[in-house]
């Protein structure tokens, strides 16, 4: 696809139960990028990918939050036990390190609600 | 640590006025620094980065070490401004090119 691509764009889920969440990033990009935004804040990092380099995890809020990526390809975002405080829309970034300063192209994000 | 701060949650001007975001940032170096914007149901993509020293429709923004500001200026603001700005910052080189954003900036401009 031309852009990066994110599943479900909307998820309705109980108090309690796993998510999963997955981003295709554009091919070729190097480096992936997880976000938070909850309702009227900014921008909160998550987790970072670059290539097989070990993936910088200090933005994971608790161990209920866990993130793979199989190569330079698909990543999945696992939030086990959802609560409440959990809803949010969970945004995905790529980016190129061989040009155009390493700009960030988001998905449109998952919006996670937790009842 | 590496901060952004963006002190206006929402800014609401008329249309033709001249419109400036404010953007702080706290690092001990030569930061990287950004302007995403997201318009009203579209991704969040980038405006413009420092380095580049350009304008976009009509944006620009200087980097003053001095007072560690990178604000977003434009001297007419249009209707199609509206939308959230993001000031981000990254630190240079190295391998980690984690951006750290703002909580964002709601410009309003009201015909």
């Known amino acids: 696809g031309a852009g990066v691509s994110q599943s479900p764009s909307n998820k309705v889920t109980e108090k309690g139960k796993d998510v999963e969440l997955r981003c295709d990033p554009i091919?070729?990009?190097?480096?992936l990028y997880w976000y938070r935004q909850r309702l009227g804040q900014g921008l909160e990092f998550l987790i970072y990918?670059?290539?097989?380099?070990?993936?910088?995890k200090s933005g994971l809020p608790s161990d209920r939050f866990s993130a793979e990526r199989t190569g330079e390809s698909v990543s999945t975002l696992t939030i086990q036990r959802t609560q409440q405080e959990d809803s949010a829309v969970y945004l995905c970034?790529?980016?190129?390190?061989?040009?155009?300063?390493?700009?960030?192209?988001f998905g449109e994000g998952s919006r996670l609600t937790v009842l | 640590a590496q901060r952004v701060t963006q002190p206006e949650k929402l800014l609401s001007v008329f249309k033709g006025a001249p419109v400036e975001l404010k953007c702080n940032y706290s690092?001990?170096?030569?930061?990287?620094l950004f302007w995403y914007v997201q318009y009203s149901r579209q991704r969040l993509q980038l405006l413009l980065r420092?380095?580049s020293r350009e304008s976009i429709k009509g944006f620009t923004a200087d980097l003053n070490k001095g007072e560690t500001s990178f604000h977003l200026k434009k001297p007419f603001a249009q209707e199609e401004d509206s939308a959230m700005y993001y000031c981000?910052?990254?630190?240079?080189?190295?391998?980690?090119?984690?951006?750290?954003f703002g909580k964002g900036t709601l410009l309003t401009v009201n015909p």
């Open positions: 970034a790529s980016s190129s390190l061989a040009g155009a300063g390493g700009e960030l192209f």
């Open positions: 091919s070729g990009h190097t480096a």
């Open positions: 990918f670059q290539g097989n380099s070990a993936p910088d």
């Open positions: 690092y001990s170096g030569s930061p990287e």
């Open positions: 420092h380095i």
């Open positions: 981000a910052l990254r630190r240079p080189g190295g391998s980690n090119y984690k951006l750290t």
